[in-house]
């Protein structure tokens, strides 16, 4: 959401009650509320801690509102409020999503101002007119959306990093075949992945549900030319690597054993 710096306040209201108004909710979880329609049985309201802002003769009545009259209820947060209950009636009406806050114009205002505003949460702070700041917004916002670029190489040539496959983080290897073409993953054996802190190569398990997202500590495993994808194994906390894909007719099963492989390189944005 971008804002001006000057206006701040009277914008990011507008805006923040205009969407609430159609059902968004910005940087907010979904109320700990559980709420379960039943045939019969009437209504059954339980909370579990003394609540702050609801009783039960508030719930008993906004249910009944909703002609809601067999159900099952139990508030878990002691803060929830009537908004609260009603967002979890119309859950399918009501989306939770993360907002960027982006104060441009900040060569207008104050530098107290302005120190006050960059350290709100969820903000960012730029100026178009000075060129000030910009390239935090865009690094942010690639940190907010959680997404990696995967770079692909063949086999003994250097990864071209002019193109990448931009895929979220904690993408399965199985994402990425997706992506390039949706039979690769039909016949893929098995991917190796390097890079990170020691920049070690290492296989990662035939299973394409392998996590793309790890670091220096995928376990090796030996190569095999079953086609089953059974393993889920997880990687962790990987910043930098590379992968290789290999498809590969089985030499077994009277195939010619031709191998096409497929590098793949990983990196934060």
């Not at 809601?68 to 409020?81: G, I, K, Q, S, Y």
């Not at 959306?145 to 990093?161: A, C, E, I, S, W």
């Amino acid at each position: 959401m971008v804002l001006d710096a000057t206006k701040r306040a009277e914008q990011r209201a507008l805006l923040e009650a205009e969407l609430e108004s159609v059902g968004i909710r910005l940087n907010r979880e979904p109320p700990n509320i559980y709420l379960k329609a039943k045939k019969a049985g009437g209504m059954k309201i339980n909370f579990q801690s003394p609540p702050k802002y609801l009783d039960e003769k508030m719930v008993y009545n906004i249910l009944r509102d909703y002609k809601m009259l067999n159900c099952e209820v139990l508030v878990r947060d002691e803060n929830a409020t009537v908004d609260d209950f009603i967002d979890v009636i119309m859950k399918d009406h009501r989306k939770y999503i993360k907002c960027l806050y982006v104060y441009n114009k900040i060569d207008s205002v104050s530098l107290d101002f302005l120190d006050k505003l960059a350290r709100e949460p969820n903000t960012c702070v730029m100026s178009c007119e000075l060129d000030l700041g910009i390239e935090d917004v865009v690094e942010r916002c690639w940190k907010e959306l959680q997404l990696m670029r995967v770079y692909t190489k063949r086999k003994g040539v250097d990864p071209d990093f002019s193109e990448a496959l931009i895929v979220r983080k904690n993408s399965t290897i199985e994402d990425v075949c997706d992506q390039i073409h949706r039979t690769l993953k039909d016949n893929f054996k098995y991917a190796l992945v390097w890079g990170g802190e020691r920049d070690r190569k290492r296989n990662t398990p035939r299973g394409h549900n392998a996590y793309l997202s790890c670091r220096n500590n995928l376990p090796p495993s030996p190569l095999s030319l079953s086609s089953t994808f059974d393993n889920t194994w997880k990687i962790k906390d990987l910043d930098l690597g590379t992968a290789v894909l290999q498809n590969s007719r089985d030499r077994r099963k009277g195939g010619e054993g031709v191998c096409r492989y497929l590098t793949l390189r990983l990196g934060n944005l």
